[in-house]
């Protein structure tokens, strides 16, 4: 891990959620799913994996186990941090629903309050624009980030040659969770949205092996969220620069963020800024409704199964 990820709150934020199962619990968390058996049969995963996920969201504070005095139905429920990755998870959705075509891919049904079909998107709090990607830069500060668990979570990882080759398995996953279910592709991608684009840059930034980073760059052009373009020859070196989807991706890290400042950061200091560049304020980023421009939080959408 480099030492921007390590001080950043959107690199922390990455290191709760970063995980393909992690997001498909979270998904049927916020569904309302609750028990072992609904878990179980709803993304057909195998006991030993469901063990370890649902514990590490209990090691984050995003999760509590609850069971009644005299009763042995246990209920997993969302925590105040782990219901505030509700705009996050909404961010993650609509960039699904922007960039996977598939129609066998499974997207959880949700509907604003005004009745529509849930489509959402990132405004300024401050100005009330919508968010460009152009348009928000992002400032970082040395601030101590909160550490859950000293762990190393190793079942994260999947192996270079899986994760160049087969970067879409099963064709009901949603393609955002192979987006974000590995963390070394992640903070790859985190080095491009910020300008990084030469190949030892991002080695500087992400402090990965250079195997490790080429695996996961030929990772991010099959998933198409970058693609590679020759700036020097004899001998040739390549800039690896973000797609449209890939930029797009920022509207994630805004949420995640702003969660991250909220739940992981010790300190009164943010770790990690963003300034709206059209009207100059801190970006505080908001999800609202396309049809009626209300705000988007889990009190004001339902869920239909």
Sequence with gaps: MGQERARSSIGAGLDVVADQWTLLILRELFAGVETWKGLS???????????????QLIDVGCLERQQQPGRKLVRYLLTPPGLD???????????????????EAKVSRWYHSCGEPLRCAAYCQSCDGRLINAEVGLVEQDTEIIKFSSKARRYRGVSAETAVNSPVRNPERPLIVDVLGDSRTTVVMAALLRGIYKFDAIQQFTGLPPATISSRLRRIQLLGLGHARLYQESPDRMLYEPSKSGRDLLGLALQLMQWGNRWLVGSTHLATQAIHQTCGQQLGSVMRCQHCHGVVSLDQVVHKS
């Design 85 to 103: 990755l509700f705009p996050f998870m909404m961010a993650a959705r609509e960039w699904q629903m922007r960039w996977d075509a598939r129609p």
């Design 41 to 55: 049969e709803s993304l057909a995963i195998s006991p030993a994996t469901l063990k370890r996920r649902l514990t």
